[in-house]
Nanobody, 113 residues
Framework: VQLQASGGGLVQAGGSLRLACTSS????????MAWYRQAPGKDRERVAV???????DVIESVKGRFTISRSGASNTVYLQMNSLKPEDTAVYYC????????WGQGTLVTVSS
């Protein structure tokens, strides 16, 4: 089982990025899926979750800036990140909400001030 996260990069504060999570071996449709992040020296935290019925939630620190979505047709989970801040710098990972799959490599997001 492999989860591939992509779309990270270096962006200035206030900028935007769109992350994507795909898999050739897991069909996401039945699962609540989530995006997580791990900043240097910190524990991994869950940032956003989307249920199989598309109900969604994000942590307080990214409300109004990050949006999670999913596409069944392309088997992809997205994280649209706007108004990025330096404190959003982290490696971002996707997984199910219950962390049912091995962690992938993640994608690095670096926000410069």
């Amino acid at each position: 089982v492999q989860l591939q996260a992509s779309g990270g990069g270096l962006v200035q504060a206030g900028g935007s990025l769109r992350l994507a999570c795909t898999s050739s071996s897991v069909i996401f449709r039945p699962y609540a899926m989530a995006w997580y992040r791990q900043a240097p020296g910190k524990d991994r935290e869950r940032v956003a979750v989307i249920q199989s019925n598309n109900n969604r939630d994000v942590i307080e620190s990214v409300k109004g800036r990050f949006t999670i979505s999913r596409s069944g047709a392309s088997n992809t989970v997205y994280l649209q990140m706007n108004s990025l801040k330096p404190e959003d710098t982290a490696v971002y990972y996707c997984n199910s909400a219950l962390i049912a799959f091995p962690w992938g490599q993640g994608t690095l997001v670096t926000v410069s001030s």
